[in-house]
């Protein structure tokens, strides 16, 4: 399957000088919200984007300034870039099989995934971009979903894009978390009560039973670790479970939507298109193709 090249436009002043890639995508669709690149070339030019951007080193190794920084990041290696990161890089060895995949998407809806996560502000206030590496498994699966994405409409192929952007994303918000923060064991045992579905028809009130804090207590202390809302955090943990339902059972979405413990179809479809960017029907859809 052809590899769409994605060409932010800009004018660059040398090597170091920075510039800003404006979000005019220029992908076979001239989408103005997201895109995939694939490159096998150096992009050694200081530069800035309008957007946000996931580096994933598919392949060889590449050195990669950021910031006035310096790392070589090799294969599985991805690197979440705000628009105010200022980077460049080049292949450590240029006669070697090399090659890189950037997923761009608009600053909107990258703040919108963020915002639901409750993680905006510590990304966008974070000194330095976050970087995590992929397994073997994720990686193939990227590339699959990358390749399957070019043969689809315009609205599907923002969609799918949207859709892998978000699955690299929770993969930095985990590593993120596991990095900063260390638990107390009552919350270890009440995030498990949380992460447990035979509870997701519970209220936030009933939910803070199992703790020894009163619920008001409960949810000062909850933001705190979790820098999140407990709302917050069950509502995208039910939406996490419900596309392991979506894509592995046959359930209807009124079953889906009672074992969330959503009173009706059309809060669950809310709900989901809020943290996803995409009905449950356009994710089931997606991600029910045979890759």
Same mark, same amino acid.
Request: a positive charge.
């Given at each position: /399957?052809?590899?769409?090249?994605?060409?932010?436009?800009?004018?660059?002043?040398?090597?170091?000088?920075?510039?800003?890639?404006?979000?005019?995508?220029?992908?076979?669709?001239?989408?103005?919200?997201?895109?995939?690149?694939?490159?096998?070339?150096?992009?050694?030019?200081?530069?800035?984007?309008?957007?946000?951007?996931?580096?994933?080193?598919?392949?060889?190794?590449?050195?990669?300034?950021?910031?006035?920084?310096?790392?070589?990041?090799?294969?599985?290696?991805?690197?979440?870039?705000?628009?105010?990161?200022?980077?460049?890089?080049?292949?450590?060895?240029?006669?070697?099989?090399?090659?890189?995949?950037?997923?761009?998407?608009?600053?909107?809806?990258?703040?919108?995934?963020?915002?639901?996560?409750?993680?905006?502000?510590?990304?966008?206030?974070?000194?330095?971009?976050?970087?995590? /590496?992929?397994?073997?498994?994720?990686?193939?699966?990227?590339?699959?979903?990358?390749?399957?994405?070019?043969?689809?409409?315009?609205?599907?192929?923002?969609?799918?894009?949207? /859709?892998?952007?978000?699955?690299?994303?929770?993969?930095?918000?985990?590593?993120?978390?596991?990095?900063?923060?260390?638990?107390?064991?009552?919350?270890?045992?009440?995030?498990?009560?949380?992460?447990?579905?035979?509870?997701?028809?519970?209220?936030?009130?009933?939910?803070?039973?199992?703790?020894?804090?009163?619920?008001?207590?409960?949810?000062?202390?909850?933001?705190?670790?979790?820098?999140?809302?407990?709302?917050?955090?069950?509502?995208?943990?039910?939406?996490?479970?419900?596309?392991?339902?979506?894509?592995?059972?046959?359930?209807?979405?009124?079953?889906?939507?009672?074992?969330?413990?959503?009173?009706?179809?059309?809060?669950?479809?809310?709900?989901?298109?809020?943290?996803?960017?995409?009905?449950?029907?356009?994710?089931?859809?997606?991600?029910?193709?045979?890759?």
């Amino acid at each position: /399957m052809k590899k769409t090249v994605l060409t932010p436009r800009f004018s660059h002043g040398g090597l170091d000088a920075p510039t800003v890639c404006q979000l005019k995508l220029c992908n076979h669709h001239e989408s103005q919200i997201a895109g995939i690149n694939w490159r096998n070339t150096d992009f050694p030019y200081m530069h800035t984007h309008a957007f946000w951007e996931i580096l994933l080193i598919t392949d060889g190794q590449v050195l990669h300034t950021c910031n006035g920084k310096t790392a070589t990041l090799s294969k599985g290696a991805a690197c979440l870039l705000r628009p105010e990161d200022n980077h460049k890089y080049s292949f450590v060895n240029g006669k070697a099989k090399n090659e890189t995949i950037t997923f761009c998407l608009s600053s909107d809806i990258c703040h919108s995934l963020l915002t639901n996560y409750g993680l905006l502000d510590d990304f966008t206030n974070s000194s330095d971009p976050s970087v995590i /590496m992929a397994d073997n498994a994720l990686l193939d699966d990227i590339i699959k979903k990358s390749l399957l994405s070019q043969s689809l409409s315009k609205s599907a192929y923002e969609q799918y894009i949207i /859709m892998i952007f978000n699955q690299l994303l929770l993969h930095f918000i985990e590593n993120r978390i596991n990095r900063n923060t260390a638990y107390p064991n009552w919350l270890n045992d009440f995030l498990s009560v949380l992460h447990n579905p035979s509870n997701f028809g519970k209220s936030v009130t009933e939910l803070a039973a199992y703790t020894h804090y009163s619920y008001s207590r409960l949810i000062v202390v909850f933001q705190k670790y979790l820098r999140c809302s407990l709302s917050e955090y069950v509502r995208n943990t039910k939406i996490t479970y419900s596309k392991s339902l979506l894509v592995n059972t046959d359930k209807s979405m009124l079953e889906i939507s009672l074992d969330l413990g959503y009173d009706s179809v059309s809060s669950f479809n809310h709900n989901f298109k809020s943290s996803t960017g995409l009905t449950p029907l356009q994710y089931k859809k997606i991600n029910t193709f045979n890759v």
